[in-house]
């Protein structure tokens, strides 16, 4: 099984490399075609600049018999532009003038197309594989491109490359550039060298920030593990030393505050007095984590309760708050009665609390459980059912934890439905992960929704006839039509209560119910 911390340490290592993964292959990706695409514009911006000059030089210098005056030249222009392979000067009809690369003249140009680029007035670019694009010039105004029917065309594409540039200098002279990618290729390849060493740079980081990070976070969770092991093996001296400012602190005053309270009870002299106490402290524990105010929506209606047995239980029920307009609805029972079972759910319920500010109800759950299982006595387990509030989506899941199934009252039918999710207590299994699967809910306007403790199903009557699941949902059918949750509520306890008489109450009575308004 992976720690908590492996986890993190996994979970931001795998998180940084695909963030930084796909910002370099993205990055890389544009300054290759900036690369590429900015042949183009060299090619454009050194004819602009140049043609005029090389020509003239020719006409002065190589057609009057002074070829190593122009030959020098044309050394001095390929210095300037290193992607330019060759060139060639034509007339209109397509005569070679001037070959920098064969040092020849007087051959024709026998392709048509490219006779059409050498007669046109535009400059015009011939692709590796064929394409032609001419270059329409208009002051002011952003070139267009034109194929060989003079029609409006792409420009140049970040896959092409320029295989000839054909600039018109005069009316009887034209230059053809022949280029070369050398030059690109080598900036790309650069480029690659000094992403790979980025990338290689950016992992080792990674991995440092993982550690560090998954330190500080988990850390605090393994104190407080270890704390509840040492408290649950009878030291209820030890007490937790957390100083991180956040919940985990207010986590470890919580573990000390139980130590303190349980070892007092533990040292009265009277065995019906450290009873007593222990009742007392394991109420104030229930009381004090219920929640003390209920929340409200436009479209639910919700109310809890607990009513607390003679020998004080595990039972719990608590709201919380998410950001992104998430909210939980539990109801939880801790097995066991009094202090022990008022520590887990204690435990459990800070731990709720703080997970699910970050994450989902399945993996809170699950983080809870690697929390809290090392300190819980053999036989010791926590069940639970969780309704899931998504304000923004209008989504309501559910999921169970080893606990009673979900009724949900069908208004149109008026009928009452189990939910048929299943999942495995807290504390079971080192590891409940897979068994934790959230159920999507559909309801409708009138609809409500009960989530109980055993408590209530199992209430008694006498020593052989208890309530039973199936009075509990003609008793939900009956009265979840009624206008209100906090209604349905008090008539289902007032059924439960009415069905028990005097008989002796041996558990909580935990309910929570919500309604669609």
Do not use: C
């Not at 010791?380 to 979900?406: C, S, V």
């Amino acid at each position: 099984m992976f720690s908590l911390r492996s986890k993190l340490v996994l979970t931001l290592v795998l998180f940084v490399l695909l963030l930084l993964g796909s910002s370099t292959y993205v990055f890389f990706q544009e300054k290759q075609n900036d690369i590429a695409g900015s042949a183009f514009q060299e090619a454009s911006s050194f004819s602009e600049v140049f043609s005029e000059r090389l020509v003239s030089d020719f006409n002065d210098y190589f057609l009057k018999e002074n070829a190593l005056v122009f030959e020098r030249n044309v050394s001095d222009f390929f210095a300037k532009y290193p992607a330019l392979k060759s060139f060639f000067i034509t007339d209109y009809q397509g005569k070679i003038l001037y070959n920098s690369s064969a040092r020849t003249t007087g051959d024709f140009l026998n392709d048509a197309s490219f006779l059409a680029q050498i007669q046109s007035k535009m400059p015009s670019a011939r692709t590796e594989d064929g394409r032609v694009i001419f270059v329409k010039k208009t002051a002011g105004l952003e070139p267009t491109f034109l194929d060989e029917n003079e029609k409006i065309t792409n420009g140049l594409q970040a896959s092409e490359k320029i295989s000839f540039y054909v600039f018109p200098v005069s009316d009887d002279r034209v230059l053809v550039y022949r280029l070369s990618y050398d030059t690109f290729s080598a900036d790309v390849s650069r480029l690659r060298t000094r992403m790979i060493f980025l990338g290689i740079f950016g992992f080792l980081l990674s991995i440092g920030f993982a550690f560090f990070f998954a330190y500080r976070i988990g850390q605090p969770v393994q104190t407080l593990v270890n704390s509840a092991s040492v408290i649950a093996g009878g030291d209820l001296k030890h007490r937790v030393d957390l100083h991180t400012g956040d919940e985990f602190e207010i986590l470890g005053r919580a573990f000390n505050t139980m130590a303190e309270g349980v070892e007092r009870t533990l040292n009265d002299t009277l065995y019906k007095e450290r009873v007593s106490k222990e009742l007392e402290l394991a109420a104030q524990i229930q009381s004090d984590i219920l929640p003390k105010t209920i929340p409200h929506f436009t479209e639910l209606d919700i109310a809890g309760g607990l009513l607390p047995a003679q020998e004080v239980g595990g039972d719990f029920y608590d709201f919380v708050e998410a950001p992104q307009n998430r909210f939980l609805f539990y109801v939880s029972d801790v097995s066991g009665h009094s202090i022990p079972a008022t520590v887990v759910a204690s435990n459990a319920r800070l731990l709720i609390r703080h997970l699910f500010q970050k994450t989902s109800i399945a993996e809170t759950l699950s983080v809870t459980n690697v929390a809290i299982r090392p300190g819980m006595s053999v036989g010791t387990f926590l069940t639970l059912g969780a309704l899931e509030w998504d304000a923004n989506k209008k989504m309501l899941q559910y999921l169970n934890a080893g606990h009673q199934p979900l009724l949900q009252f069908h208004s149109a039918e008026s009928k009452v439905t189990e939910s048929t999710s299943t999942g495995i207590a807290i504390g079971m299994v080192p590891d409940v992960s897979r068994q934790l699967k959230p159920e999507i809910l559909s309801f409708k306007s009138g609809d409500a929704f009960l989530l109980f403790t055993d408590g209530l199903s199992q209430a008694w009557k006498n020593e052989k006839e208890n309530y039973g699941l199936a009075r509990l949902k003609r008793a939900f059918s009956e009265y979840a039509s009624l206008p209100s949750a906090l209604a349905i509520r008090n008539a289902l306890l007032s059924d439960v209560k009415e069905f028990t008489g005097s008989y002796k109450q041996v558990d909580d009575m935990t309910v929570i119910v919500i309604k669609i308004k």
